[in-house]
């Protein structure tokens, strides 16, 4: 809280200074003046919270700055003191709704006891400030949600629009403001957009529908229509990562709801266009279209056929949706998760070769984290890439061993795997397996799951979330102990002492 004592007598203002203090009132700054003239400079930069004012000064006396100085803060809490208790002076104080009128020489215990009113005054209607802007946020939220739907109760509608004073007259229209999705929003956004608004005679009401986007509804009269283009390009230049759909316009406050329908319509073009920044409504994306329920069950029939003809179908698949682009992209998420999973349960030994996927579980959250039909494509291009790299790694091997290599990243969470166990289920001797798997892979069937599981367990190290008993147990190892064992004599370290190495090198 800050404080401005004006006063011409030094030894008022130093007296003042030395007998009061200050941090049990919570003030924690305060200026000195000397005459009214230099505490009316003062109170235009300064903005003090409480004015402790001697009422004759030169240059300007305190009334007179006084009031100017209401005029800059209404707010501002004022105190005067004054060794006259003349009539005017009086009348001059209770105009200017002073907390208290001190007679000089001042008495401390009263100042103490006007600044204990002046800062409990301050409290009180900040906590009413805050209290109304809740409630009027909540109002907002309240007739947003109501205007945005069909058939809402009328006389509702109009009880909110005039507590938070929205016409209800005029023409709208709604617009969606959207961010990337790793973009950390300082939930000041929409209040700026709104101040933008309100810059061009106009009226917003806006509400957030996830942490990613906000909606605002704009009412405007007729001739401020030519300004709404400008106020677009502001909002994109404010924000250079950001989209924005439009709606389309609403002459009446009853189709608002479509303003707002055809605005999220527009913006799911965003997911399809990832260097288009505005987005308008059009037919093609107003048709009520579904993915088709036949496009599972070709992948399906293409999946068996090997990485080449996986790429060429999924080739095809993201022109055709790229070509449409009116599909909700949520179906396109869903599909895509089914479909990639479906891939990494046939080519498990995709995790080696993708840094941040250590398995399933990361898989969906990948993808709800990609914001564009592209990202997903170059993602998919990529995965089908290792694919083909690991096929040509293995090329030079027999089918039985390509099998085997499948299992074991299969199965290798299982902690009674074992050279027995792959040979039965390929119908072998352990013996014979072994050396069949040593003549074309080089190292021991031994050897090779050992590896294996430490090259697994290394990824799952490397990122923060899993327990270290968790890691040994999905990569096989007997227990936690065992697990560390093991590794400090491969690695020459400790998990611990792994993990902590990788976040050191980040």
């Known amino acids: 809280m ?33 005459n009214g003239e230099e505490a009316l400079k003062i109170v235009k930069w300064f903005r003090p919270d409480i004015v402790l004012s001697d009422i004759r000064m030169p240059k300007m006396d305190g009334i007179a700055f006084a009031e100017e100085m209401v005029r800059l803060i209404p707010g501002s809490k004022l105190i005067f003191m004054s060794g006259y208790m003349e009539t005017d002076y009086l009348k001059s104080a209770i105009r200017l709704s002073v907390i208290d009128y001190i ?33 009027r946020e909540f109002h907002q939220q309240k007739l947003f949600e109501l205007l945005t739907h069909r058939d809402s109760d009328v006389r509702t509608v109009e009880k909110l629009a005039g507590e938070v004073c929205f016409p209800m007259t005029g023409q709208y229209v709604c617009i969606e403001v959207q961010f990337p999705r790793n973009r950390k929003n300082t939930g000041g956004e929409l209040e700026q957009v ?58 009446d406050c009853k189709n608002i709801y479509n303003s707002c329908k055809t605005a999220r319509a527009a913006m799911n073009c965003a997911f399809y266009q990832p260097d288009q ?39 095809s698949v993201f022109g055709d949706l790229a070509s449409r682009k009116y599909y909700q992209k949520e179906q396109v998420y869903t599909l895509m998760i089914s479909l990639l999973t479906a891939v990494f349960r046939q080519y498990p030994e995709i995790c080696d070769r993708l840094p941040r996927l250590c398995g399933e579980e990361q898989l969906q959250a990948h993808i709800l984290g990609m914001d564009s039909l592209r990202e997903m494509q170059d993602f998919m291009e990529k995965i089908l890439g290792c694919v083909q790299e690991r096929e040509e790694a293995l090329s030079g091997c027999g089918r039985v061993i390509r ?8 199965h290798y969470g299982e902690e009674n795997l074992s050279n027995a166990q792959i040979a039965e289920y390929f119908h072998f001797s352990p ?25 697994r367990a290394k990824r799952l190290l490397e990122q923060d979330y899993m327990k270290i008993t968790e890691i040994a147990e999905k990569c096989g190892y007997a227990n936690a102990n065992y697990f560390a064992k093991v590794f400090r004599d491969s690695v020459g370290m400790t998990p611990v002492e792994y993990r902590e190495s990788c976040e050191a090198g980040k």
Request: glycine content about 6%.
């Open 2 to 34: 800050k404080i401005l004592i004006a006063d011409d007598e030094d030894y008022t203002r130093e007296g003042l200074m030395e007998e009061i203090a200050w941090e049990e009132f919570g003030i924690d700054e305060i200026m000195q003046a000397v």
């Open 103 to 135: 007679e000089k020489p001042v008495d401390i215990a009263q100042v103490k006891k006007a600044l204990r009113r002046a800062v409990d005054e301050i409290v009180r209607e900040k906590k009413t400030r805050e209290a109304d802007q809740v409630n």
């Open 194 to 251: 709104l101040e933008m608004v309100s810059g061009i005679e106009a009226k917003g009401i806006g509400t957030w529908r996830e942490d990613s986007c906000f909606e605002v509804l704009l009412s405007y009269p007729e001739k401020a229509r030519y300004r709404l283009a400008p106020l677009y390009q502001r909002i994109l230049e404010r924000w250079p990562e950001s989209k924005l759909a439009l709606g389309i316009e609403a002459g």
């Open 277 to 315: 920044r505005m987005f308008e409504i059009d037919e093609a994306i107003l048709q009520k279209r579904f993915m088709e329920p036949g496009i599972y069950g070709a992948f399906l029939r293409v999946l068996p056929e090997g990485p080449k003809k996986l790429s060429e179908w999924f080739h």
């Open 403 to 410: 099998g085997v290599v499948d299992y074991i990243a299969a």
């Open 431 to 455: 013996a014979y397996m072994n050396v069949l798997f040593k003549q074309e892979m080089k190292v021991t069937l031994k050897q090779y799951l050992s590896s294996y599981r430490l090259e």
